[in-house]
């Protein structure tokens, strides 16, 4: 069944970001499993806590984190977790890989769109 209403798009959408809390990037294509995630830097990597933007029962909500990247590591994937480190992955996507010969930065704008 088709979701009907845009208010309960929006639920869905609000959902998805309670449980989305930790956004994390990969070196590998995320897909049923999670990617993996980058070791090491200075400052070293780590996942990134979300803070999803607010529903306006549009059934889209967005959130963005910048996360640090050792030298020699290529970006391919992206994806939300529950926890800072273990927890549960949730969902994921590849990206245009990008290659870091030095320790850099990468900034995601995760976006759910419950249609």
């Not at 590998?28 to 999803?52: C, D, F, I, V």
């Not at 889209?60 to 290529?74: I, Q």
């Not at 992955?89 to 995601?108: E, R």
Request: glycine letters at 14%.
């Amino acid at each position: 069944m088709a979701i009907q209403t845009a208010q309960q798009k929006e639920n869905l959408a609000v959902a998805y970001g309670t449980n989305a809390t930790y956004g994390a990037i990969y070196t590998t294509a995320p897909g049923a499993s999670a990617g993996t995630e980058p070791s090491g830097g200075s400052p070293a990597y780590a996942r990134k806590p979300l803070t999803w933007t607010a529903g306006t029962v549009d059934g889209v909500v967005t959130a963005t984190a910048t996360f640090d990247v050792p030298a020699g590591a290529t970006i391919v994937g992206v994806g939300v977790h529950t926890a800072v480190t273990g927890g549960t992955y949730l969902d994921g996507a590849t990206v245009t890989s990008q290659a870091f010969n030095s320790q850099g930065t990468y900034s995601v704008t995760f976006t759910f769109s419950q249609s």
